[in-house]
């Protein structure tokens, strides 16, 4: 009997320190209340921000910095946004502008997150309750009570208490939509005309079509039956704005039997001996159609799988782009090399602006 009246005591002990259970002799022994109307449940263990003062107060230093660096990630983001503008010329502007601006929304979002977390679990009331269903509309004992219930709540979260707690997670909250505000301010409309910026590339009547990125010229003889070339201007080098040019002229080389071919009437002309040019910027978001299936002939764009048919003048026959791609009118010169007879005669890339 020693034995237990000792095993009691040091449980009471380990629970007292705790706010909300108190010991309880059963006779036996000392045990904790939570333990007496709650059996079968293990006994509370008290944290160590419930023991010690200056724990305590160091998980509340922890968490408000955590909130302060929230603010400080967001306010980053959009800084970065400005201080790293993307320059179409240089691919290394647009992965600095990636790189800082998601280094700031990273830090506001994992602080934001862990600084929450962090508070609940250890410096928030820890203790189990039931509350008891009451009908929808309570009597005004009920209602004052609940007052009593929100003003403990606001005890136990320490919200009105801690203030830098609480002043940190309001400016972190505040501070938090704005790199959203700044970005999507680059979606905003552009001063020129998007459909006049695609109709436009570096193809002009007698530009010989060229490797890429070599920027050597092929022959008709050189695409062999089911070969695919990805191909560029040959005088791309001369553009002002290389990389937005070759974003646009870009196209893809593919030669097929003459007879697969289903060619309107007033594209006859547009080939040359089964080989066809088409534009490789996808009709649906813009990004590059790289894949060509040589026994179906069908072209696949990686980013959302629409698929276009080479026989059949580029249709789209799956995924979600809106129209075919551009074709590229062409013909051999007296040299034999491949070169185009025009520009493209519709804007390529995108279809979610408006085309006139």
């Given amino acids: 009997m020693a034995q237990d009246d000792n095993s009691g005591k040091d449980l009471a002990a380990a629970n007292s ?6 010991p309880v002799d059963t006779g036996v022994g000392v045990v904790s209340k939570d333990a007496v109307e709650n059996p079968g449940h293990p006994p509370h263990r008290p944290r160590v921000t419930d023991l010690d003062p200056k724990k305590d107060k160091q998980a509340e230093r922890t968490v408000y910095t955590l909130f302060f660096l929230s603010a400080v990630g967001s306010l980053w983001a959009v800084a970065a946004y400005m201080l790293f503008p993307i320059d179409s010329a240089n691919m290394e502007t647009v992965r600095a502008n990636n790189l800082f601006i998601g280094l700031g929304a990273t830090l506001a ?35 004052a009570r609940a007052i009593e219930i929100f003003e403990e709540a606001n005890e136990e979260s320490g919200f009105g208490r801690r203030s830098l707690i609480r002043n940190s997670l309001i400016g972190a909250l505040v501070v938090f939509p704005l790199p959203a505000v700044a970005l999507f301010r680059g979606l905003a409309p552009y001063d020129e005309d998007p459909v006049e910026l695609l109709k436009q590339t570096m193809w002009k009547k007698g530009t010989r079509l060229a490797r890429d990125p070599s920027g050597t010229p092929i022959k008709a003889s050189d695409v062999t039956l089911g070969s695919a070339f990805h191909v560029i201007p040959e005088d791309l080098s001369t553009a002002e704005n290389m990389l937005e040019e070759k974003a646009k002229a870009i196209v893809l080389l593919m030669r097929l039997k003459p007879e697969d071919l289903n060619e309107l009437p007033e594209r006859k002309d547009w080939s040359y001996n089964g080989i066809v040019a088409y534009s490789k910027v996808c009709t649906h978001v813009g990004c590059p159609v790289a894949l060509y299936e040589q026994q179906t002939h069908h072209l696949l764009c990686p980013c959302h799988q629409s698929q276009f048919d080479v026989t059949n003048h580029c249709a789209v026959i799956f ?15 007296d040299e034999g090399y491949l070169i185009a007879q025009s520009d493209f005669t519709e804007p390529v890339g995108p279809s979610f602006w408006e085309r006139h």
């Fill in 319 to 333: 995924g979600p782009a809106a129209r075919p791609l551009p074709q590229l009118p062409i013909a051999v010169d």
């Fill in 109 to 143: 979002l994992l602080a934001l997150g862990i600084g929450a977390v962090h508070w609940g679990k250890a410096l928030m009331a820890d203790h189990e309750s039931v509350d008891e269903r009451h009908p929808v509309r309570g009597t005004d004992e009920t209602r």
């Fill in 17 to 22: 320190s705790s706010h909300d259970v108190a």
